[in-house]
């Protein structure tokens, strides 16, 4: 069987390899504490999964409209026009299962062979990855440690030129946990609405947020008919395995992206959907515990790697990631994401794995319990000794 040539185009995301290697380490009898993939280790909130329930035994066990049902777009619609403070509209949304295929079908709908797109580095690796599947050019906006994993903004419009056909952000961000400004996302406003650039806004964890209020590009004068929102309810409901995200963008774009969803996955599952609407419209209590243990947790894990010798960690604003800088260990990201796992039973993540300019750093995720990130941090530190 021979494969299409851009299946070679085609990345990973690395936390699931380190998962499945981890996995086959404790298969072997070792104790592996999981610090590798992004997933809250809570459980979905009971009054979500009851609606499920109640949707499975109402009939939501059939095919739906592509886009959505229709009270799900609604839902979703008048959420983010409270979050946003924008006029959405129903028609504007689009669900899908999971996050990432508004991911993967912006990218399809928007960008050609020859065009280029600028996303963020350090950045969730499948920004670069579909980018170049489709034959585009993946431009690289460097994140830096000393500016809060934030951008240059002097940089951000050196890299934009005619052939700059989308630009991809991400806040708050993974891997770093960095946070974008206002006045960082009025410089991207200004060249999106200067040039006619749409920019693919990725706001999974826009409400796992420790200082401040959550701004989002969408928001900012003249950007709706610009911004493609990116959301879901993975990261904030504990709904990764239930596979529910959507997307909020301009009609004529949803319309296409409709007719993607028809294409591949025909529809979202219905009792999911379902799910979704008691997540938006139901009690808080759970998801406001669970942002509370994340920032309990934030501080261990900071304050812990800061004591280990050669690590150097920035306090993250927002989602549930550190990125420590392990520079001053002597020894490069790959090498460490092994040495993290076979000596000292950690699963972490190579910083290189989101990029060129996340070499130099491992990325943790604390959606793990207290005892669990103490006993990875005193592990660490014995390993480091050994160095």
């Known amino acids: 069987m021979q494969l299409a040539d851009r299946m070679n185009r085609l990345g990973t995301e690395s936390a699931f390899e380190v998962l499945a290697r981890a996995k086959a380490l404790e298969a072997q009898g070792r104790e592996i504490v999981h610090l590798e993939i992004g997933e809250p280790d809570f459980d979905t909130p009971p009054h979500i999964i009851e609606a499920a329930i109640k949707a499975l035994r109402d009939g939501y066990t059939h095919y739906t409209p592509s886009a959505g049902l229709p009270v799900v777009r609604q839902t979703i619609a008048e959420h983010v026009s409270r979050s946003r403070g924008v006029d959405v509209r129903p028609e504007q949304v689009v669900v899908t299962p999971g996050a990432k295929p508004i991911m993967f079908f912006t990218i399809l709908a928007l960008l050609q062979p020859g065009d280029e797109a600028i996303y963020p580095d350090p950045g969730f690796p499948i920004y670069r990855s579909m980018i170049n599947f489709v034959g585009a050019k993946p431009v690289p906006l460097p994140l830096?440690?000393?500016?809060?994993?934030?951008?240059?903004?002097?940089?951000?419009?050196?890299l934009v030129n005619d052939r700059t056909k989308l630009i991809i952000i991400n806040t708050p961000q993974n891997p770093t946990g960095g946070v974008l400004t206002k006045s960082d996302l009025e410089a991207i406003a200004d060249v999106a609405r200067e040039r006619n650039i749409p920019v693919l806004s990725d706001e999974v964890y826009e409400?796992?947020?420790?200082?401040?209020?959550?701004?989002?590009?969408?928001?900012?004068?003249?950007?709706?008919?610009?911004?493609?929102?990116?959301?879901?309810?993975?990261?904030?409901?504990?709904?990764?395995?239930?596979?529910?995200?959507?997307?909020?963008?301009?009609?004529?774009?949803?319309?296409?992206?409709?007719?993607?969803?028809?294409?591949?996955?025909?529809?979202?599952?219905?009792?999911?959907?379902?799910?979704?609407?008691?997540?938006?419209?139901?009690?808080?209590?759970?998801?406001?515990?669970?942002?509370?243990?994340?920032?309990?947790r934030r501080d261990v894990i900071v304050s812990g790697l800061n004591q280990i010798p050669g690590f150097r960690c920035a306090n993250p604003a927002g989602a549930f990631y550190?990125?420590?800088?392990?520079?001053?260990?002597?020894?490069?990201?790959?090498?460490?994401?092994?040495?993290?796992?076979?000596?000292?039973?950690?699963?972490?993540?190579?910083?290189?794995?989101?990029?060129?300019?996340?070499?130099?750093?491992?990325?943790?995720?604390?959606?793990?319990?207290?005892?669990n990130i103490k006993k990875a941090l005193e592990r660490i530190r014995e390993m480091v000794d050994t160095l």
């Not at 830096?144 to 050196?158: G, I, M, N, T």
């Not at 996955?265 to 994340?294: D, H, K, Y």
């Not at 800088?325 to 989101?354: C, P």
């Open 322 to 371: 550190v990125f420590p800088n392990i520079e001053g260990t002597g020894r490069g990201s790959k090498e460490m994401e092994n040495l993290l796992l076979d000596k000292a039973g950690v699963a972490a993540l190579s910083g290189s794995g989101f990029g060129v300019h996340g070499d130099g750093y491992v990325r943790f995720s604390y959606a793990n319990s207290i005892p």
């Open 207 to 296: 409400q796992i947020l420790y200082e401040g209020e959550h701004v989002s590009l969408m928001s900012l004068p003249d950007m709706l008919p610009h911004t493609i929102l990116l959301d879901g309810f993975s990261k904030t409901y504990a709904m990764t395995g239930w596979r529910l995200g959507y997307g909020v963008m301009p009609l004529p774009l949803a319309e296409q992206m409709t007719r993607l969803m028809t294409n591949s996955n025909s529809c979202t599952s219905a009792s999911t959907q379902m799910a979704g609407v008691a997540a938006l419209t139901g009690p808080r209590g759970e998801v406001n515990q669970m942002i509370a243990a994340f920032r309990e």
């Open 144 to 158: 830096r440690e000393d500016k809060d994993f934030r951008f240059d903004p002097a940089e951000f419009r050196s």
